[in-house]
């Protein structure tokens, strides 16, 4: 027979889930509500929870001088392509790092972690050096290899520890019917790891999507990114709190259409257990 929860410990799990709630969505919903006011509801004391809904900062963001679709594209482009390789990269040497037996495996696995472990910091001199000498200073390619010192190391860990946990028996006997290695990882393997795909996708897409530290140090006035763009905000002379709100939701509204999307394939990845 179950035995059913006390009432006491479901109505303390809610309560905990109740508080987690609230403290990951009202910030976020705050940012969002605010970015729709006018600069001197945003600022009123006390807060204003009724107010005529404006899109002026909206507005101010894309025309004129400040306009954001120029950090908007190049934010595109530099975290799809990273993110693009960072996965497609990933999966092909995770596969391999899980399926071939190889002497010092385990060490290279590490190694390949290990890189992503170091600080931004440490790695901004040497990469600023390199980019000088190959002039890839305010260029695409520039930001994505940066991105890719991070990400890629992040997502063949992940990506090994899926196809450690995906079961053999269907691609020994797709190799017993003829199928050749890439065909028994095109066809088998693959369509397996979308849960594996989805989690390293996004996870790989936020960090390039939010990165400043590469952006400020290797982003040039063609590749400003919209971090940067936000950043900018900040002066000597005040905060412009009506434009860095809406900044705010331009970044984080994809980020969480993006996560909705995959919601299905995310949640059954980072309960694989490839995530601790």
């Not at 795909?197 to 982003?219: E, H, K, S």
């Amino acid at each position: 027979m179950n035995a059913r929860a006390h009432p006491a410990s479901t109505a303390m799990r809610w309560v905990l889930v109740a508080l987690m709630l609230l403290w990951t969505l009202i910030p976020i919903v705050w940012m969002v509500l605010s970015s729709f006011k006018t600069n001197s509801a945003i600022t009123a004391y006390p807060p204003k929870l009724f107010f005529s809904p404006t899109l002026e900062h909206y507005g101010a963001l894309f025309s004129g001088g400040n306009n954001l679709w120029s950090n908007v594209i190049n934010s595109l482009i530099v975290t799809g392509v990273s993110t693009l390789i960072a996965v497609v990269l990933g999966a092909m040497a995770g596969y391999g790092l899980s399926r071939i037996q190889i002497r010092g495996k385990d060490h290279l696995a590490f190694w390949i972690i290990s890189t992503r472990m170091a600080p931004i910091a440490a790695v901004i001199v040497p990469l600023y050096l390199m980019f000088r000498y190959l002039n890839l200073l305010d260029s695409y390619t520039g930001l994505i290899v940066a991105y890719l010192s991070f990400n890629l190391p992040f997502a063949i860990w992940l990506m090994t520890a899926f196809f450690d946990d995906l079961p053999r028996d269907l691609e020994e006997a797709a190799t017993i019917d003829g199928a050749t290695k890439w065909q028994v990882f095109w066809h088998v393997a693959l369509p397996l790891m979308k849960p594996g795909i989805a989690t390293t996708t996004i996870l790989c897409f936020i960090f390039a999507w939010n990165d400043y530290a590469f952006a400020a140090t290797f982003a040039g006035p063609g590749t400003q990114t919209i971090p940067i763009a936000a950043a900018q905000l900040l002066t000597q002379t005040g905060i412009d709190w009506g434009k860095l709100l809406a900044i705010g939701t331009v970044v984080v509204c994809p980020m969480a259409v993006f996560g909705l999307l995959v919601k299905r394939w995310l949640v059954t990845g980072l309960t694989l257990g490839a995530v601790k």
